[in-house]
């Protein structure tokens, strides 16, 4: 399939490892945040999202934390596994319109 | 939910030609969006493609190079027109619907991998 992560930073773990893949975004405006997951030759999945009245929400191994001040999200993964491994988008969703920060691929080495 | 194909799933294509891809969603929707994901790169909007009306384009696109139709509201073509290789990328459909315990969701298609030559 298609590798979107050619050029994109990337952070290699261990399986069983916990993850954590930041991203900064630029809107001090935005309210709702997004993170997808990306799989080779796939479009973006959409994983955990928050809005802007919290600075943490939990998921299943996923937890995303939001920081306003120095406008800052992070996606810490729990027990990384190997169908973990693509590339991670953070997005603001301002009416609709999703702007994507850069991208991280994350590889997950058994 | 909302199940997204793309068609052509990838094509390789001359400079100066056009291409449409196509874009079903398996729901009556609202929004439907267009996106191009370069190279290594992150995804960027082109366009809403609006039901009855002219699409609304992000700064950058313009209609003449990237025509968009939405005749209903389960359908929509992107053209990639006077294609150079600068043009090659991923472009991407995604669409507004409803999701269960969060009120809405965009959902992507499988993109379309264009390669100009």
């Known amino acids: 399939g298609e590798n979107v992560g050619l050029h994109l930073p990337t952070l290699s773990v261990q399986e069983g490892d916990n ?3 930041n991203c900064a975004y630029s809107n001090s ?17 959409f994983i955990i999202d928050i809005r802007s009245n919290m600075d943490k929400r939990q998921g299943q191994r996923v937890t995303v934390l939001l920081n306003k001040t120095v406008k800052h999200l992070s996606l810490q993964i729990a027990a990384t596994q190997p169908g973990d491994s693509a590339v991670y988008f953070c997005a603001e969703n301002n009416n609709s319109t999703l702007t994507f920060g850069k991208g991280t691929m994350l590889l997950v080495s058994p | 939910s909302a199940v997204i194909s793309q068609k052509p799933s990838r094509d390789i294509c001359q400079r100066g030609t056009s291409l449409t ?22 995804l960027t909007l082109i366009a809403t493609a609006n039901q009855g009306s002219e699409a ?11 025509p968009i139709s939405r005749p209903n509201l389960t359908f929509s073509t992107l053209t990639v027109s006077n294609m150079s290789p600068e043009d ?4 991407l459909c995604s669409v507004e619907a409803p999701a269960r315990d969060r009120g809405y969701e965009q959902y992507f298609g499988p993109g379309t991998r264009l390669t100009v030559t």
């Open chain 1, 19 to 21: 993850s954590i893949i």
């Open chain 1, 29 to 45: 405006a935005s309210d709702y945040f997004i993170w997808y997951k990306q799989e080779s030759g796939k479009g973006p999945q």
């Open chain 2, 21 to 42: 891809i196509q874009c079903q969603v398996d729901s009556q929707v609202t929004m439907m969006f267009w996106y191009r994901q370069q190279p290594g790169q992150s």
């Open chain 2, 56 to 66: 609304t384009y992000e700064s950058g696109f313009v209609i003449d190079k990237f």
């Open chain 2, 88 to 91: 090659s990328s991923i472009y």
